[in-house]
């Protein structure tokens, strides 16, 4: 079946900081991925999509390149500020259009200042 | 446009009640989903539905159970509580077909004493 895998975290980083969270997948034919950002006490949100191979999704200085060689959808930012600690969610839908989403386990980020 | 509605947002029950979870999607949206989010075992797919229809389920005993109404609003049903139905309850609301992004609710913090 299909499966998400994350880098381990918590990860700890300083402002402005460059960020490389980790993200693989195991899928047949060709999902979309997602990335979910999750704060404290609420539900996720939509961070960025790639819907096809060598897709780049970017939203609020991060971007995450599909890269169907290495089933990879790593999600990089140049200058983390405190404001983007939170909770980190890697996912992918299935080709098949089945409305279910798989998620990695979550990589908790904290920037200090 | 509103977005996803989950009421309540908390919920203390005892071990053998049951439970009523509601979700009213974004207007337009015809598929509604339901997630579990625990420490242990991260976000996990409960059921979809779309037209009043489940149309998708995950791997959870019969106690889980929902519904959908004809205005899209879709509730679940957890019959029976255990311990171990603490969790955060994540609806996702989505148009239903083609690259079906989903959305999400700020979920329904259950615990079970």
């Known amino acids: 079946g299909n499966s998400v895998t994350q880098m381990e975290g918590p990860v700890t980083l300083s402002e402005e900081a460059f960020l490389t969270i980790n993200c693989t997948y195991t899928a047949t034919g060709y999902p979309s991925l997602f990335w979910y950002v999750q704060y404290p006490g609420e539900g996720l949100q939509l961070l960025l999509k790639a819907t096809k191979a060598d897709d780049k999704g970017s939203n609020k200085g991060f971007e995450a390149t599909y890269r169907k060689e290495t089933t990879s959808f790593h999600l990089e930012k140049g200058s983390v500020q405190v404001s983007d600690s939170a909770v980190y969610f890697c996912?992918?839908?299935?080709?098949?259009?089945?409305?279910?989403?798989?998620f990695g386990q979550g990589t908790r980020l904290t920037i200090n200042p | 446009k509103a977005g996803v509605t989950q009421t309540p947002r908390y919920l203390i029950k005892t071990r053998g009640q049951q439970v009523t979870l509601s979700c009213s999607p974004i207007s337009g949206h015809r598929s509604v989903s339901w997630y579990q989010q625990t420490p242990g075992q991260g976000l996990q797919f409960l059921f979809e539905y779309f037209s009043e229809t489940q149309r998708n389920k995950g791997n959870f005993p019969g106690r889980f159970s929902g519904r959908q109404f004809s205005n899209s609003r879709s509730e679940m049903n957890v019959s029976t509580l255990e311990l171990g139905d603490s969790a955060l309850y994540l609806c996702?609301?989505?148009?239903?077909?083609?690259?079906?992004?989903?959305?999400f609710g700020a979920g329904t913090r259950l615990s079970v004493l």
């Open positions: 996702a609301s989505s148009l239903g077909q083609g690259l079906n992004i989903q959305y």
């Open positions: 996912a992918l839908l299935g080709p098949q259009g089945a409305q279910k989403l798989v």
